[in-house]
């Protein structure tokens, strides 16, 4: 390395696996992007989207000022008289029509933003909307409702622990492109890899022969939709041939004699049909399921985003349980964060469990789930006129109008809004919509640690990545801007000394935690500001912490920012019964909710399959629609294809290369043809986050090849009832050549 040049570190801010990256630096510029070889948690890997980082910082459409509109248009402003702007029209709004009247929306790559997710929960403590909107419900709260309901925390996902499983049943999941989902696993394939070469197996249920299943020992095509068939035949075997083996989890489990109860109408041969996986295989599945002495089952975004997607989500715990492979090394594992996980704080082993419903939406009557209402319903929330009508929103690194059911109707609805917020660093589908546009800064330019995949990771660690450019002069990072906005809220104005506020805020947290200890710790974490400060408490606090001098040695910030690779806090070990927050300190494997939502499968049962459905699917480069704007990335073939079963070509008359209406009642799109005998027959894939097409946005090399939006074929109002996730997989649709 020249004299000029330096290396620095960093978290990769691109998808869940959070890689280690060494980012050479000439000068102020970065030159080249590659894998950290001392990374702990990484050891070197990464794949392609991390050489994009780059290509965003460098991004002449990423936003770097405030913009302002003005008579339709915007135009450049100060960050102060952005805030300016934001307290003279939205505090009249609370005024006239309460808190309520104002929604927020949190997008995905709030995750790798530790400054906005700390800071998060703040601003919705002083705003006091029950209107809250996320992502997460057209992803993930399945799975959280489901294990909130069986282990009594909304993030207590078990995860596979893979570099000592020798059998993994994946269900609608994908890997090997994502390294991971509610699974933070860098390298899968080198992890698969070394599973088989130890004599293990892997096994893939899913609709499409993926990237995944490519490196399996094993694929079955599965009908969209069909994995609450498929694994209540899985159960039901289990408990038919006696393989049950729970083994210590059984003192700490209630609920098996109700489980098995509820599958008895559900025999394999029952099922095969439904789901299009024969019952000698489900049986065979169960059987090596039970008789593997570590193994796991772990299902993802395919069983989420369908409308059994909590059943499904449960299930596969069940599995787990019931086979004895929850908590088990080279099982299913909980991991153990070094700060901010709800289940490593307070008493261990008992707590008060999940409340979900406590409010309902305006219009459509769908529950609360961890503070949330369902993103689908905030369409309707805006334009629906009467009490509680929202009437001003703020987004935050999100953009629903492409990732959301039925763009064109949100899409609409903004623009009745009486104001709008986003911060974001792009002009995109949703933000055009806005008043005032607040710029992110480029991920090289604030510092980060994983408050959210440290709780998924497949081995405890912690790594902290300071920024590595200089923020430029004059711009906020992204936590003052949010406790600027906190102080609006508040009533303080926007010129209010917030460096005050937030040490009189921390400090009253702090008493009600610690009592009288509260002064000496508010000091011990002086000088330290913002996000930072937080952090320092969180770690020092948490499981491997110095406990602020109790337990010398033990993790503060200051000792993790010393290793720029990280610290490895070693393998999952078991945590039942202390990882237990319910009521009973048991295992919930029967909630109530969920024994009464098998009444929906009863009645499907002997549905007729539709004809054709659709799927989406994921890429490599394009884990996020903004992605599609880095010329790295989205160089190369064109990926918005609908891959099709040549058989369904050929009965629909459909050309390789060709283009195709794809028809959901009213709703319809016109995509290119990919045939592909990856597809089960009977369903076709398109990728999600396109449809770059639309007018006054400002991404020019996603323009540049707009694809398609699968999204607009969707309906807002088909909904998993249980969770409120938006159903996404296994719709059904008509095709036909243009």
Known sequence: MTEHRTAAHRICPFCEAACGLEVELDGQQVSRIRGDNADVFSGGFLCPKAIGLKDLHEDRDRLRTPLIKRDGQFVPASWDEAFAEIERRLLPIIARDGADAVGTVLGNPTSHKMNLLLAFPKLAKALGSRKMFSASSIDQVPKMLSVGLMFGGWMS??????????????????????NGSLWTVPDFRGKAKALRARGGKIVVIDPRRTETADVADAH?????????????????????????????????????????????????????????????????????????????????????????????SWLIDVLNVLTGHLDSEGGAMFPQAAAFAANTRGKPGVGRGIISGRYRSRVS??????????????????????????????????????????????????????????????????????????????????????????????????????????RPAGVPDEWDTMQRLIAILKGHGSGADIDALEDAALLEELVKTMGDAAPQVMAALTPQRGAERLLDL???????????????????????????????????????????RTVSGKIELAPQMLLDDLARVAADLDAPAPELVI?????????????????????????????????????????????????NGARSIVVQVELSEEMMPGVVSLPHGWGHNLPGTQMGVAGERPGVNLNALLDENLRDPLSGNAVLSGVAIEMRPC
């Open 157 to 178: 996902v078990p995860v596979p622990d893979i570099e000592r499983s020798d059998f993994l049943l994946i269900l609608g999941a994908n890997p090997m492109v994502s």
């Open 365 to 470: 009557n769908m529950p609360e789930i961890s503070g949330e209402l369902p993103i689908t319903c905030l369409a309707e929330e805006i334009d629906t006129p009467g009490e509680g009508q929202i009437k001003a929103l703020l987004t935050i690194a999100g953009n629903p109008v492409l990732s959301a059911p039925n763009g064109a109707r949100l899409s609409a609805a903004l623009d009745q809004l009486e104001f709008m917020v986003s911060m974001d660093i792009y002009l995109n589908e949703t933000t055009r919509h806005a008043d005032v546009i607040l710029p992110g800064l480029s991920p090289l330019e604030d510092a980060h640690y994983d408050v959210t995949f440290t709780q998924f990771s497949h081995r405890n660690h912690a790594r902290f990545s300071p920024p590595v450019l200089a």
């Open 615 to 663: 799927i989406g699917r994921r890429h490599l480069r394009s884990n996020n629609s903004w992605m599609h704007n880095l010329p790295v990335l989205a160089k190369g073939a064109y990926r918005c294809t609908a891959l099709v079963h040549p058989g369904d070509a050929q009965r629909l008359g459909l050309l390789d290369g060709g283009s195709a209406q794809i028809r």
């Open 538 to 580: 969180g770690l020092r606090s948490g499981p491997y912490g110095d406990q602020f001098g109790r337990k010398p040695g033990g993790l503060t910030l200051a000792k993790v920012k010393a290793a720029p690779s990280g610290i490895d806090l070693g393998a999952m070990a078991p945590r039942i019964p202390e990882v237990l």
């Open 220 to 312: 079955h095509f599965i009908r969209p939709g069909g994995d609450v068939f498929f694994l209540l035949g899985l159960v039901h075997a289990l408990f038919d041939e006696n393989l049950l083996r729970l083994g210590r989890l059984e003192e700490h489990t209630v609920g098996v004699d109700q489980v098995r109860a509820a599958v008895l109408p559900y025999a394999p041969e029952r099922m095969a049909a439904r789901c299009g996986i024969g019952a000698a295989t489900i049986r065979a599945l169960a059987r090596t399921l039970a008789t593997t002495e570590r193994a796991a089952v772990y299902g993802r975004i395919g069983t989420c985003t369908q409308q059994y997607g909590t059943l499904a």
